[in-house]
């Protein structure tokens, strides 16, 4: 964990004070999802900046002194109210089309971003002889799902469309920076059209902050400061004087 060093002469985050002499140490955290000690020695706190990390939830922790979650109970921290994914949607669909061919309808996939699909559809024409294709879908949570797809034998006969959705919020990809695709095989010899679709939209990692600043003295911590976390995941820093 790096340490970083500030004069209070400077600016301190969070509008702290910029008058009195002395050193506050930021000390910086990643993004945590269990409970974890912060700070071992005794030390003064002094204020605190932390975001919720994933941009897809609200979470609440609560500061404590002491090694675990019986000890003394400083303060709770709560970054659920108000919190609004709508705020950081963008509609999102891809279509590929094809005559005997494999296609890959894709979207999503860069960082601090979420991909949701809401919809897929494939439709398209038989083939000189009938078959079945299983198509893919990929990057969602749960793991991979696969659609049969039954192909007519005839280049002008329309195949039974596949159609899913996920209504209200979407099925949400694997992990952030993961793009979701529906992978279609080809439908064979004398197939002149294909197409596969995906609809859903794509979030951006924001998220509900808290930053607090506990003046000059703070609040003396004496067996350690712990980050007890209820829910969701945090990352940030505290302001201690030790």
Do not use: C
């Not at 500030?6 to 000390?27: E, W, Y």
């Not at 932390?50 to 709560?78: M, P, Q, W, Y």
């Not at 509609?91 to 601090?112: E, I, Y």
């Amino acid at each position: 964990m790096s340490v970083d060093v500030a004069d209070l002469g400077d600016q301190v985050p969070g509008a702290g004070p910029t008058d009195k002499m002395g050193r506050v140490i930021a000390v910086p955290f990643g993004t945590l999802a269990v409970d974890t000690t912060l700070v071992s020695p005794a030390h003064d706190l002094l204020g605190w900046s932390i975001r919720e990390s994933t941009g897809l939830a609200g979470a609440l922790v609560e500061l404590i002194d002491g090694g675990n979650a019986a000890g003394s109970f400083i303060a709770a921290i709560s970054l659920e109210a108000g919190f609004d994914p709508s705020s950081t949607q963008t509609p999102a669909a891809n279509t590929q089309t094809g005559a005997n061919a494999a296609l890959a309808a894709t979207f999503g996939g860069a960082a601090g971003t979420v991909a949701f699909i809401t919809s897929l559809r494939i439709e398209g024409l038989g083939a000189t002889a009938a078959t079945e294709v299983q198509a893919t879908l990929t990057g969602v949570q749960g793991g991979t799902i696969t659609y049969p797809v039954n192909v007519p034998a005839g280049a002008a006969v329309p195949i039974v469309p596949v159609v899913d959705n996920w209504p209200d919020r979407g099925l949400q990809a694997s992990a952030a920076g993961t793009a979701i695709t529906l992978n279609l095989p080809a439908f064979g010899a004398g197939n002149t059209f294909a197409e596969a679709e995906i609809q859903g939209y794509i979030q951006v990692a924001a998220s509900n902050a808290d930053t607090q600043w506990l003046g000059d003295s703070g609040i003396y911590v004496q067996a350690g400061l712990l980050l007890h976390v209820v829910a969701g995941s945090v990352r940030g820093a505290v302001w201690i004087r030790s």
